[in-house]
């Protein structure tokens, strides 16, 4: 018994230690779970921690004692005694609390580590990491991006999307801080149909949209009464649509706007017929097709290069400003400093603006539109997008 005890006298400094921590972890929990932050009720308060705690403790590789039943509650006479190490009172002397006490809490220490390794606010350097979503982050722009960032003392995760629909509510809802993906069309698209504010922060560049065919090399080969797909989102259809009229293969009874869509076409008067497609598909479904207008981030799964192109618009209009791509955030962030900087590296760093061109096949036009621009033209559109949708 004299080893023991001083085996335990010498553990006491731990239990303060280690109750400093449980503290510290209640208090990162806080808003999830209601922590109890006693060292006396961190085993048998609130089963739910316990149960969180042995599931991040057991993921990470770290030993850990097994959760009680969920509803488990220790009576007050049980209150100082571990699930799996309770005293038999009946067989042996009952412990001084102080023992009981550093036996409970070097029990509880794994799960202590396993609620810091889960914590919310674990990612103390996590918090400032930037997360920018992005459709194609394979593009060779990215690699450079995130080193020149890097170098900059900013740290960055890109989040790929398979698809346009993504980045704005993932944006919105907090779970990126930027996007990099869209052109302001579609920005004001989204901002009206949610009701959002998410605002542009910079330029990238601007991207002439092609039409495509595995069936035909020219515009005029393609035969009448054919069928040609277009991306079905608003914002790019309409645009296709002005891709498609100006190939002479539709006329559009309005003339052709930012909002046409396919109820625009003049059937009577157009050579083709114009099915409308996800823009991730209408690179898949060119076999069925005898052309798709298709977004510049898909040509490559179709294994074409944009020199197939045998259509495409005119990217140095001037009317084309709604079509520049653009980093957007949430309006209360747009004036983030970190947020700046990495649209300046996107701008001038040599490397990211050689592999913006070489992902685009040397068809992307990089821009440096002052944010002021491209906030007009935001209203403007989602002014005109407003009375659209009227």
Not at 140 to 154: D, K, L, R, V
Not at 178 to 204: C, K, M, R, W
Not at 232 to 240: G, K
Request: net charge negative.
């Amino acid at each position: 018994m004299a080893e023991l005890g001083e085996h335990l006298r010498a553990l006491e400094g731990e239990v303060a230690e280690l109750e400093t921590r449980w503290l510290e972890v209640s208090e990162q929990l806080e808003g999830d779970v209601e922590a109890s932050v006693t060292l006396d009720d961190q085993l048998v308060n609130k089963s739910e921690i316990l149960r969180l705690a042995w599931e991040c403790a057991r993921d990470r590789g770290i030993e850990a004692p097994p959760p009680p039943a969920v509803g488990f509650v220790m009576s007050r006479h049980h209150r100082h005694q571990h699930p799996i190490a309770r005293v038999d009172t009946k067989r042996n002397p009952i412990m001084p609390s102080t023992t009981v006490k550093a036996i409970a809490a070097l029990a509880a220490a794994p799960l202590v580590l396993g609620l810091a390794a889960c914590s919310p606010a674990g990612a103390t350097e996590g918090d400032d990491v930037i997360r920018i979503g992005v459709v194609g982050k394979g593009d060779a722009q990215w690699p450079a991006f995130e080193e020149a960032a890097e170098e900059a003392g900013i740290a960055i995760e890109l989040v790929d999307f398979a698809d346009y629909t993504q980045p704005n509510p993932a944006t919105t809802e907090g779970e990126l801080d930027l996007n990099q993906f869209q052109h302001i069309v579609y920005l004001a698209d989204y901002n009206v149909s949610a009701g959002e504010d998410l605002t542009p922060i910079g330029s990238t560049a601007i991207y002439p949209l092609g039409l495509y065919s595995t069936k035909y090399d020219d515009v005029d080969a393609i035969p009448a009464g054919e069928t040609v797909a277009v991306p079905n989102d608003a914002s790019n259809q309409a645009r296709a649509l002005l891709v498609l009229q100006s190939a002479g293969l539709i006329e559009l009874t309005s003339g052709g706007t930012i909002f046409s869509d396919l109820a625009d076409i003049d059937e009577a008067n157009s050579k083709v017929k114009v099915t409308a497609l996800e823009a991730s598909l209408t690179p898949t479904s060119l076999p069925d097709l005898a052309a798709a207008i298709i977004n510049n981030d898909f040509v490559a799964d179709a294994g074409l290069s944009f020199d197939d192109a045998i259509a495409k618009d005119d990217p140095t209009d001037p009317n084309a400003l709604p079509y520049v791509n653009i980093f957007a955030t949430r309006a209360a962030d747009k004036d983030d400093a970190r947020f700046a900087k990495l649209v300046e590296i996107y701008q001038t760093d040599p490397e990211v603006q050689a592999g913006l061109l070489e992902s685009s096949g040397g068809t992307a036009a990089p821009l440096t539109t002052p944010v002021a621009d491209l906030e007009d033209s935001l209203a403007k559109v989602e002014a005109d997008t407003e009375a659209a949708k009227g």
